[in-house]
């Protein structure tokens, strides 16, 4: 049997409770190969005993990894390491003395700054009574009055105004050493504050790291459908995108490989929680030979994971920027999602020489952010504020989504189809051909509702005549009335 007890250590001074430091240290060594696909795990009683835990704790674990894909559940036997996952060579456990995820090389190939790019225009729209966004947090439930008061306090400290401006490109230095343990309790994410960049949120991210990695001619695989913003920006830099179709369990793993061997793939990017626009979870076999492919054909993923803390059925899936992943993950996350669409807060954590040339781009187009606010944002991290917060709105926003389908299903039985999703703030609703999303969206203006018109997501001769709709952002009764102006405009 495997030695358990060391290879589960329970820190019971950490914020993460026992069962999930289970679950984290059993994916890490699945991923790693120690742990191995068929593998019969000890029963309930047995582990509970080696690592001196009540059962419950450990019951509690292996329905977790269950629930995640990485277990199934054997009558009379047990649980056992899913059969379907890739059979990894174990590492030597002494590789990574530093412990940490991110060191400072990235062996993929990454480009300098020095590229100018043009200028592309932006419209603007006038503002509706009611607007079904694709899936934006409530405003209204935000800790506005926590974070002013943290605000307002640091306004008043005299060391505020004092600060070097060049030390604050990388961000505030409270709220990186802040994001290091909030990274490790929430995401299992080992990095120290030289690998985090806090950016204006998670669209400039994308946008930094891409313009590192990527230069006009280079390949980079995206998922279709998919994040749009983001092919805009691969577009914008010269980039030859390559569309890998999205299935109920991610981007499709045979089609990336078969894309790698006919191209030198630059980058890959991928939302595997929650993919946006479908809102499917990337499952865990398909993550571990992601990480594979990336050192076999010597590309960098870009991991957007824009809504990680928002998951109504279990707990989120690990990152692939959680695992061992030799520095081939730059992963994006955002704070605007936690708390407001209109706290621009992202960030980016990669390797440290990444890291750098990120900042110094980051320069060239702004100095720096608000590091009051970002201190501030450090203040309710330390204190506990931002994890109520969250533990709050995943219970409100979990029956928001609820009563949406519940309306969808009464209203729109037979015009719309969707499949619930686990988490995030939107479903991804696909209206039958005979209801075109143009007229719906020309006719629900009328109303004062503002419904995306359905070509967002549209990629050459592909129409979807689909949309998010996000939930999150209107409370019960707004939500009812913009069901109840489409099915008007569309009966």
């Not at 056992?80 to 993929?108: C, H, M």
């Not at 209204?140 to 008061?149: C, N, T, W």
């Not at 209109?342 to 890291?355: E, H, K, V």
């Not at 009051?372 to 917060?389: K, P, T, W």
Request: glycine share 6%; aromatic share 10%.
């Amino acid at each position: 049997m495997l030695p358990f007890e060391s290879l589960i250590p329970i820190d019971k001074s950490s914020g993460l409770p026992a069962y999930q430091q289970i679950t984290h240290h059993m994916i890490k060594h699945i991923r790693n190969g120690v742990i191995k696909p068929g593998l019969l795990l000890p029963g309930t009683r047995e582990l509970a005993g080696i690592l001196k835990l009540h059962r419950k704790t450990i019951i509690a674990a292996y329905d977790e990894l269950a629930a995640q894909g990485w277990t199934v559940v054997i009558h009379r036997k047990g649980f056992i390491v899913a059969e379907n996952l890739p059979d990894v060579k174990p590492r030597q456990w002494d590789n990574d003395a530093t412990g940490y995820a991110f060191n400072s090389k990235i062996p993929g190939p990454f480009y300098h700054v020095n590229q100018t790019v043009p200028f592309i225009p932006v419209a603007g729209t006038a503002q509706p009574h009611l607007i079904i966004d694709d899936g934006h947090p409530d405003t209204r439930l935000a800790p506005m009055i926590q974070l002013h008061r943290e605000y307002r306090s640091r306004l008043q400290q005299q060391h505020v105004v004092k600060q070097v401006s060049a030390a604050l490109s990388a961000g505030s230095f409270k709220l990186r050493e802040a994001m290091v343990a909030y990274m490790a309790q929430t995401r299992g994410m080992q990095a120290q504050a030289e690998n985090i960049l806090i950016t204006h949120g998670a669209q400039m991210s994308i946008y930094l790291a891409a313009s590192l990695l990527l230069r006009p001619g280079d390949y980079v695989i995206v998922g279709e459908p998919g994040y749009y913003l983001a092919n805009q920006v691969f577009e914008y830099l010269g980039a030859k995108i390559i569309t890998i179709p999205v299935d109920r369990h991610g981007i499709d793993i045979t089609a990336v490989h078969d894309a790698c061997k006919q191209h030198p793939v630059k980058a890959l990017y991928v939302i595997p929680h929650h993919h946006h626009p479908t809102t499917v979870t990337l499952s865990p076999d398909r993550r571990m030979r992601l990480l594979e492919m990336a050192e076999q054909f010597n590309f960098t993923i870009i991991e957007d994971d824009y809504d990680y803390d928002f998951h109504y059925t279990s707990s989120p899936y690990l990152p692939l920027a959680a695992g061992n992943h030799h520095n081939r993950v730059v992963y994006i996350g955002s704070f605007s999602k936690a708390l407001s669409a209109t706290i621009r807060i992202g960030f980016m954590i990669a390797a440290s020489d990444f890291l750098k040339h990120a900042v110094y781009l980051r320069r060239m187009v702004e100095l720096r952010g608000d590091h009051v606010m970002e201190e501030s944002l450090a203040a309710l991290i330390e204190n506990g504020d931002i994890g109520r917060h969250l533990k709050k709105v995943n219970k409100i926003y979990c029956e928001r989504r609820d009563y949406l389908c519940t309306l969808l299903d009464t209203y729109l039985n037979n015009i719309v189809h969707y499949t619930k999703p686990d988490g995030g703030m939107a479903v991804w609703l696909t209206f039958d051909k005979r209801y075109p999303l143009t007229e719906i969206s020309a006719k629900a203006a009328k109303h004062g509702l503002f419904i995306n018109n359905g070509t967002l997501f549209d990629s050459g001769d592909i129409r979807y005549n689909a949309l998010r709709f996000g939930f999150a952002s209107l409370n019960m009764e707004e939500l009812k009335e913009a069901v109840e102006i489409i099915t008007k405009v569309v009966k």
